[in-house]
């Protein structure tokens, strides 16, 4: 893992978003895959920035979103599609027919909408750059504890701690929704790089499992340990757990040396 330490998420907004704007300014036809939460909308808004000030092209883009709820209408402002539109879509130059979600409704056969993503994500060449946040029992997407490390794109059922924590998002007067449909495990590491975004006290334990503690299905960030290209941007509350923490505060010093000798061109080969 490459662990970039930052000092606020001010700031792991800003170098989350320069491995962003690598791979749209150097690869013709960028596969991203996107993240909802709170974490990543701070990226967003760099992103848009960096968009507005021309920056950064996202016509090109094709994008998938790692999860969405079970059988909620496009339209609910409580759907990650309505999420996504007003956090990023909204504000850049995306062709929206090519920005995907697993939705699937009450009618449809979950098992054959997962297929399907999976279907799709490999016919546009598969992602290029996943981002992700990470919550604090350790998931991704919504790959709770206990996920298969196998796991294709599926309906997972929420934990307790997981809808507790979205809680809250909604309205004393809101439906949660309780399942989701979500990236497998696999399916996300399958792509060329990750970028997960963690920020706040409340992800450190989650933080210390995924990157210092054994890789388990019961903390399923820790699967990216076996991620030949995964970058951890971590402030400083979120990295407070992490074990030798001098080492990482030298190997980010080196790191940054070279992408200042090099570049981060190579996301796009
Ligand atoms: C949500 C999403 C995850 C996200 C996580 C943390 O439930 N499914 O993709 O990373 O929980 O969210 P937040 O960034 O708001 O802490």
Known sequence: ????????????????????????????????????????????????????????????????????????????????????????????????????????SQGQNPRLVGLEYEQKIAAAGGIDLQILGIGSNGHIGFNEPTSSLASRTRLKTLTAQTIADNSRLFEPDEVQPTMAMTMGIATIMDARYILLIATGQAKAEAVRQMVCGPVSAYCPASILQMHEHAIVVLDKDAASLISDQQYLKVAEQENQRMIDMYGLQFIAE
């Open 1 to 104: 893992m490459q662990i970039v330490l930052c000092d606020d998420a001010e700031h792991a907004a800003r170098e989350a978003a320069k491995w962003v704007q690598a791979l749209l300014v150097h690869k013709a036809k960028p596969v991203l895959g996107l993240a909802t939460g709170s974490t990543p909308i701070r990226l967003y808004q760099e992103l848009i920035a960096l968009h507005q000030l021309q920056q950064l092209s996202f016509a090109n883009c094709t994008t998938f979103n790692l999860d969405e709820y079970f059988d909620i209408a496009a339209t609910h402002k409580q759907s990650y599609r309505s999420f996504m539109q007003k956090h990023l879509f909204n504000h850049v130059d995306i062709d929206q027919t090519n920005t995907y979600l697993p939705a699937c």
